[in-house]
C-alpha cells in the first residue's frame, strides 16, 4: 500500500454518500478492509437516495434486473435480524397491469423469464386483481403480472440505515468533502484519489454519483455514460378508501406511473419522456396533472383529493435502463487499474444494496457472485453513448440518451 498523502493511506475509497456509495463501503469494510474512506461533497443521503418514491420491484425485465431486485428484496428482509438496522421494507405485492392483449403476451413471456429465475410471481386475471387490488378501476386493464414479494422502502430511513451501519462496522465517512480526481502511480494504477481536503493514498476506489454519475467520471478521467432528468412524486391527502391493503403496489408502464400506499393515502411518482434531460429545478405542474388525471382513471379514490407533499428531484438514467457495474475505462477502452464504477440507472432503491454489493465484490476480487456481471460495464456503450445492449422494457420511460461528454 502506497503512503505519503496528507488523508493518509485507505485500503478503498467510495465517492459518494448514495445508496449504492453507502452499502459499498459498508460490504467493502465487512469483507475485511481495514480503513475505508467515503467521501461525500454534502451531507449523506443529499443525492437522489433520500428523494426516492422507494418502489422495490424485483419483476425486472432482463434477468440482470430480476437478480438485483431478489437479492436487495433479501437483503432488506433480512437487515434488521443480520445487522440490526432496517430500511423500512415492506412487502405489499405488486401489480404491472397490460392494457392490450399485445402487452399481456409481452408481460405473460416477462412472468415465466423472472419465474424460471426464482422470483413468486404470477399472471393474474382482471377478477383476481379486483380481489387484491379493491380500490382500483374494474375492467380497467386485461390482467397483470403480481408479484407478492415486491414492496417499498422508506427512503430517508434507508440513509439512516445505511448510515448508522457505516458509523457502526468502522467506516470512516467523510461528509462534506468533494472528489476532485485520481493520482496515479507509475504502474499505471491508482494511486490516490484528490479531495476538497486533501489527497488519500489508495489502491482501491469506487466511484459513484447518481445523477452526477457522468462528472463524477470526468474527473476521474473515465466517461460514465449516464444522465439525470426531472423524475416527480406526490402524495395524497388520507382516505378511508386507500388503506394500504386496497391500495397495494401498481406500476402503469404504458404510462410510466406508479403508486404505494402512504400515510394513509396514495404516493405516485411519474418522469415525462417527452422532457429533455437535465436536472429537476421545479415541479411540471401541467404534467403532474395530467398524470393525476390519469391516477384518477385508475384509482378513482384519488379523485377530488388534495396533495399533502409534491417534489421535484434530479433521478440518474441510463440510455438502456440498465445498471453500470464495472472497471473505470480510459478512453482506449482499457480498464483503469483499481477503479470500479457503479451507477444505478434510476433504480438504486429496487437494485441499490445488490450493485452495491457488486460494486464491493469487483473492487476486491474482479468477480461476484451475485450475477453474471460482465456485460453490465462501461464497454457496452460506444463512442455516442448507445448501449449494444437492448433496453430494459421495464423501466420508466427515461430518454434513451445522455448529455454525458
Ligand atoms: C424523485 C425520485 C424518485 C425515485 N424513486 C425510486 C424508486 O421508487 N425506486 C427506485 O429503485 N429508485 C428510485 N429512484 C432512483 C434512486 O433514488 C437512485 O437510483 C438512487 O438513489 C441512486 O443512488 P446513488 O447512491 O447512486 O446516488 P445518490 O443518492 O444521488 O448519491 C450520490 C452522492 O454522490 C455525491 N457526489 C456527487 N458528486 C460528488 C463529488 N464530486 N464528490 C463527492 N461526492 C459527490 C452526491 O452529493 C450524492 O450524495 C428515484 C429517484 C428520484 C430522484
Request: charged fraction near 20%; include cysteine; proline fraction near 7%.
Amino acid at each position: 500500500m502506497r503512503t505519503g498523502a496528507s488523508g493518509g493511506t485507505a485500503d478503498a475509497v467510495v465517492v459518494g454518500g448514495g445508496t449504492v456509495g453507502g452499502w459499498c463501503a459498508w460490504f467493502l469494510r465487512q469483507a475485511g478492509l481495514g480503513r475505508v474512506v467515503l467521501v461525500e461533497r454534502d451531507v449523506m443521503g443529499k443525492g437522489a437516495s433520500s428523494r426516492a418514491a422507494g418502489m422495490v420491484r424485483a419483476q425486472g425485465g432482463t434477468p440482470w434486473a430480476v437478480r438485483l431486485g431478489m437479492w436487495s428484496q433479501a437483503f432488506y428482509r433480512s437487515q434488521r435480524q443480520e445487522i440490526g438496522v432496517d430500511s423500512g421494507f415492506v412487502a405489499t405485492g405488486y401489480l404491472m397491469p397490460a392494457f392490450t392483449d399485445g402487452q399481456a403476451e409481452a408481460g405473460r413471456a416477462r412472468v415465466a423469464m423472472q419465474a424460471a429465475l426464482g422470483l413468486d410471481v404470477s399472471w393474474i386475471s382482471p377478477d383476481e386483481a379486483a380481489e387484491l387490488f379493491p380500490a382500483m378501476a374494474r375492467g380497467a386493464h386485461v390482467g397483470g403480472s403480481y408479484a407478492p414479494g415486491d414492496g417499498y422502502v422508506d427512503p430517508p430511513r434507508n440513509v439512516v440505515a445505511y448510515a448508522t451501519a457505516c458509523a457502526r462496522d468502522g467506516v470512516e465517512v467523510r461528509e462534506r468533502t468533494e472528489f476532485l480526481g485520481l493520482r496515479w502511480g507509475e504502474d499505471g494504477a491508482v494511486a490516490a484519489v484528490e479531495t476538497s481536503s486533501g489527497p488519500i493514498a489508495t489502491e482501491r476506489v469506487v466511484l459513484t454519483g447518481g445523477p452526477d454519475m457522468a462528472s463524477v467520471g470526468e474527473r476521474a478521467g473515465t466517461r460514465v455514460t449516464a444522465g439525470g432528468a426531472r423524475h416527480q412524486v406526490a402524495v395524497t391527502e388520507p382516505s378511508p378508501d386507500l388503506a394500504p391493503e386496497r391500495v397495494r403496489m401498481v406500476f402503469d408502464l404504458t404510462e410510466g406511473m406508479y403508486w404505494r400506499p402512504e400515510e394513509g393515502g396514495v404516493l405516485f411518482g411519474m418522469s415525462n419522456p417527452a422532457e429533455p434531460p437535465g436536472p429537476a429545478r421545479t415541479v411540471d405542474w401541467p404534467y403532474l396533472e395530467a398524470v393525476r388525471s390519469r391516477l384518477g382513471d385508475l384509482l378513482p379514490s384519488t379523485r377530488g383529493l388534495g396533495l399533502r407533499r409534491v417534489w421535484a428531484a434530479t433521478i440518474e438514467y441510463t440510455p438502456d435502463h440498465l445498471p453500470i457495474v464495472g472497471p473505470a475505462l480510459r478512453s482506449d477502452k482499457s480498464p483503469m487499474p483499481g477503479v470500479t464504477v457503479a451507477c444505478a440507472g434510476g433504480h438504486g432503491m429496487m437494485w441499490g444494496p445488490a450493485l452495491a454489493r457488486v460494486a464491493a465484490d469487483l473492487a476486491l476480487e474482479r468477480t461476484t457472485e451475485v450475477l453474471d456481471a460482465d456485460a453490465l460495464g462501461l464497454a457496452r456503450f460506444d463512442a455516442h453513448g448507445r448501449s449494444t445492449l437492448a433496453a430494459d422494457p421495464v423501466s420508466l420511460p427515461y430518454p434513451e440518451r445522455t448529455d454525458a461528454p
